[in-house]
């Protein structure tokens, strides 16, 4: 099993950027593939980045490629979302996520750990 907690969200101007940060618990980090997903009010969660367990490879939603990235530190035990170009629409509970040993899935039911979330407020 894997803990997961999150951090760095807040309030910030369009245009702006945001460092998320997840840290998790266990030895085993290395071995989860890491995701990031969103929800906003009224909205259903979705998908945003994730980073291979295995190459660190990292993958986008349309919505995040160009202005996120997402990155592991494995001794650390920590994965990050660099969020740029921030826009009201980015506005929701960003909540990280990890399985073990698989590739990355875009929907939230192939993920069995997660965090609490974090708030990111973008305002106009």
């Known amino acids: 099993q894997v803990q997961l907690v999150e951090s760095g969200g807040g309030l910030v101007q369009a245009g702006g950027s945001l460092r998320l940060s997840c840290a998790a618990s266990g030895r085993t980090f290395s071995s989860y593939t890491m995701g990031w997903f969103r929800q906003a009010p009224g909205k259903e969660r979705e998908f945003v980045a994730a980073?291979?367990?295995?190459?660190?490879?990292?993958y986008y939603a349309d919505s995040a490629k160009g202005r996120f990235t997402i990155s592991r530190d494995n001794p650390k035990n920590t994965v990050y979302l660099q969020m740029n170009s921030l826009k009201p629409e980015d506005t929701a509970v960003y909540y990280c996520?990890?399985?073990?040993?698989?590739?990355?899935?875009?929907?939230?039911?192939?993920?069995?750990?997660w965090g609490q979330g974090t708030q990111v407020t973008v305002s106009s």
């Open positions: 996520a990890a399985r073990w040993r698989s590739a990355v899935g875009e929907t939230g039911a192939g993920y069995p750990y």
């Open positions: 980073i291979t367990w295995s190459s660190g490879t990292p």
